[in-house]
């Protein structure tokens, strides 16, 4: 099928978040990329959630009550409100069925953009029970037959073709992640220090994220037992997945608290002006994940100039360079998080470097016109 003559193609973004419900890094992804490709195809964004004016919300089925169902149900009605488009393109398991569906209905090509990978994350379980196995065959029906997979990175293209062998890898695209240096850049501002109770005169390692197994905020906390004394712990950290979860972060900042200065914990998400203030005026940023098929959040960190202690797993290290960026660490391994973090603590003139390095790698390489100029060029190869 091809668009119109003379017309632009027209696409349907299909996620489950969109401004102004954005929790996670793919829907930051989702948003950026819709405003960079809006001015490249004829645009439509099908989000789920509440009604908004910037995209055709879709709600789930009231009477539904297991949380991946009601997932469904919402890719149901976006399937069938795609009608006459000439592409579609799904971000997450919450959006890959309606993809399917939207493909096999109308005969169009169906892209695939996966920010992580289903059976990578186990505990997924902890938080949808039986609903991760409808989730995960949701994940591989849609990327089996999808007419291209978009990876946002070489490590999640690799897992891609380990998790998935039956993909062709000529099907399998590596278009990563961007970030607006514009808008995330260095603020000189301290009100949003002074709102939250941090101490401007001490050097701080903040930590922003959902409270998820994948993000590692129980190993930062462990290792923040270690940490210097003088420097202060900011967690940005709210949505935890479980109550479960929740009461184990609860209990480990409770007893840091309790043997340390400098615990600051912010469970709300924070408006983005607040958020770029803070990484601003941090020393280091701390990315403790122990599975991150990219991290746009270390990108945001390194365009503020702010250098980052990460683990090395997933995409990670295409994006922090390790020794000029920020230093990189085993997943998973308090130790030697609490070290590396220790080292830029105690050389902040280090620290400050790889903060300018980071914000001129982030603007060179990691620009959302990039992004969508090779995602507007792979959706022509379809149509």
Not at 103 to 126: D, F
Not at 167 to 188: F, K, L, M, Q
Request: net charge negative; charged share 20%; proline share 8%.
């Amino acid at each position: 099928m091809c668009p119109d003559e003379g017309g632009p193609m027209k696409v349907a973004l299909l996620t489950r978040e969109y401004p102004p419900e954005v929790y996670g890094g793919a829907g930051v992804h989702v948003e950026y990329l819709a405003r960079a490709l809006s001015g490249l195809v004829d645009l439509t964004v099908h989000c789920q959630g509440a009604p908004r004016d910037t995209a055709v919300a879709h709600q789930p089925w009231a009477a539904l009550k297991d949380t991946a169902l009601r997932v469904f149900s919402a890719d149901l009605a976006m399937a069938d409100a795609v009608a006459g488009t000439d592409l579609v393109h799904s971000h997450t398991w919450y959006a890959n069925l309606a993809g399917r569906l939207a493909s096999l209905l109308y005969g169009v090509p169906h892209v695939a953009t996966v920010h992580s990978l289903e059976p990578l994350r186990p505990w997924k379980a902890e938080q949808l029970g039986g609903g991760y196995a409808l989730s995960s065959w949701a994940e591989r029906e849609a990327l089996g037959s999808a007419a291209a997979v978009v990876a946002v990175s070489d490590g999640m293209r690799a897992d891609v073709l380990s998790v998935y062998p039956e993909i062709p890898p000529e099907r399998i695209r590596v278009i990563r992640n961007g970030i607006d240096t514009a808008e995330y850049s260095p603020d000189p501002e301290t009100w949003a220090l002074a709102k939250h109770g941090i101490d401007p005169a001490r050097p701080y390692i903040i930590f922003v994220g959902r409270i998820t197994r994948q993000k590692g905020v129980p190993v930062l906390l462990r290792a923040a037992a270690a940490l210097d004394p003088s420097a202060q712990l900011v967690l940005c950290a709210g949505a935890p997945d479980t109550a479960e979860l929740e009461a184990e972060v609860s209990a480990l900042v409770s007893e840091l608290a309790e043997a340390r200065s400098g615990v600051i914990w912010i469970p709300e998400m924070l408006p983005k002006p607040e958020v770029i203030q803070l990484l601003s005026h941090a020393l280091v940023f701390a990315c403790p994940s122990v599975y991150e098929p990219l991290g746009i959040v270390n990108l945001e960190a390194m365009a503020c100039e702010t250098a980052v202690v990460a683990s090395r797993v997933g995409g990670i290290p295409e994006v922090v360079s390790g020794g000029e960026t920020g230093l990189l660490v085993p997943p998973d391994d308090p130790a030697s998080l609490a070290d590396a973090l220790n080292m830029l603590v105690r050389d902040p003139e280090r620290a400050e470097q790889m903060g300018w390095a980071g914000r001129e790698r982030a603007v060179a390489e990691f620009s959302w016109q990039t992004v969508a100029a090779q995602t507007a060029a792979l959706y022509a190869e379809l149509v």
